[in-house]
């Protein structure tokens, strides 16, 4: 059984950096992508990052040069590196496995964790 388990969220001032985790069990990195969603209050849910197994990552123009997403197959682990957080950034925060893709689109992931929240103030 899958399970994605979300941690690092919090409360932070514009400008500043937070690190969200993902514990991962049950699940099989190779061949498949992972990535980070988020969802503020009346909107989609949308993808911030995204990895395959081979490494390679992809963004949307929101966050480029700001988010970066890494994973540590040996912990069984994804990570979320926000930097220069904006008060648009807020909303809950959601790991996510099991995309064919290197994909940034939600219905493409199979699993889903519980979220973490982050809220930045401005």
């Known amino acids: 059984q899958v399970q994605l388990v979300e941690s690092g969220g919090g409360s932070v001032q514009a400008g500043g950096s937070l690190r969200l985790s993902c514990a991962v069990s049950g699940y099989t990195y190779s061949t498949y992508s992972m990535g980070w969603f988020r969802q503020a209050p009346g909107k989609e849910r949308e993808g911030v990052a995204a990895i395959d197994s081979d490494g390679s990552k992809r963004y949307p123009y929101s966050v480029k040069g700001r988010f970066t997403i890494s994973q540590d197959n040996a912990k069984n682990s994804l990570y979320l590196q926000m930097n220069n957080l904006k008060p648009e950034d807020t909303a809950m925060y959601y790991c996510?496995?099991?995309?064919?893709?290197?994909?940034?689109?939600?219905?493409?992931?199979?699993?889903w964790g519980q979220g973490t929240q982050v809220t930045v103030s401005s």
């Open positions: 996510a496995a099991g995309s064919r893709w290197l994909s940034l689109h939600r219905t493409e992931y199979n699993y």
